[in-house]
């Protein structure tokens, strides 16, 4: 006998179950609507539900198939979340978490030590780390290029390359955030395309982090403190 198939996550599992679903009846149907319940998928019941899936899996009636994580800016978590990931990934049932960050050496929130990429050890020993290259020009280019045409906005190639080198210098992402207003003001002066006189015009009006953070360093004796 055939049997049709359901991709369910444990995820469905925990809510469905920590919020069990009352009478079909009109007065159970009137209570639900007028008085929310607050649920929580709690440890005990998490466990449960593991044990349900694992005797499945023994018995052939289910198949896990293991999803991924992916965390970006993983610095910004706590000491509280990285104890709960490593406790999680001893799980046999634990997805493929991928972690991402920028940083180098800095102190773990919610600590006050400092460590690489602002992971815990005992969490970075357990880790592959792939290496990533920085992006060369004529990769940038093409970055831009892509988001360019994602936002319907027309750029020529001496543009697109001084942007590039605007990115160079900067970063990606603040390139990035050019393009919008570099837009705005190719219309305002009559134009659909962006020009590098564009650009020019708003690299100046709108300062990167780095940029920011040495002209704060230059004038702090003008600011109020």
């Keep these: 006998m055939w049997f049709p198939c359901q991709d369910v996550t444990l995820h469905d599992l925990d809510a469905a179950n920590a919020q069990p679903q009352g009478g079909q009846d009109i007065l159970s149907l009137m209570g639900q609507m007028m008085k929310s319940r607050k649920t929580e998928i709690t440890e005990k019941l998490r466990q449960e539900i593991n044990k349900v899936v694992n005797r499945y899996i023994d018995e052939g009636i289910a198949e896990l198939v293991p999803g991924v994580l992916f965390i970006d800016e993983v610095h910004m978590l706590d000491i509280e979340c990285f104890s709960y990931l490593n406790r999680a990934l001893e799980s046999p049932l634990s997805p493929i978490v991928i972690l991402a960050t920028n940083r180098g050496i800095c102190t773990v929130r919610g600590t006050d030590m400092t460590s690489p990429h602002g992971i815990p050890v005992d969490l970075l020993d357990r880790l592959v780390i792939v290496r990533t290259q920085i992006y060369g020009p004529i990769e940038m280019i093409q970055i831009l290029a892509i988001r360019a045409q994602v936002e319907e906005i027309e750029i020529d ?60 360093h230059h004038q702090q004796g003008s600011y109020i403190t």
Excluded: M, W
């Design 157 to 216: 190639e001496d543009s697109l390359a001084f942007l590039g080198e605007v990115g160079q210098q900067t970063s990606l992402r603040h390139a990035i955030q050019l393009l919008s207003p570099a837009s705005v003001v190719a219309k305002a002066n009559g134009r659909d395309k962006i020009c590098k006189a564009d650009l020019e015009e708003v690299r100046v009006l709108y300062l990167d982090a780095k940029s920011s953070a040495q002209l704060l």
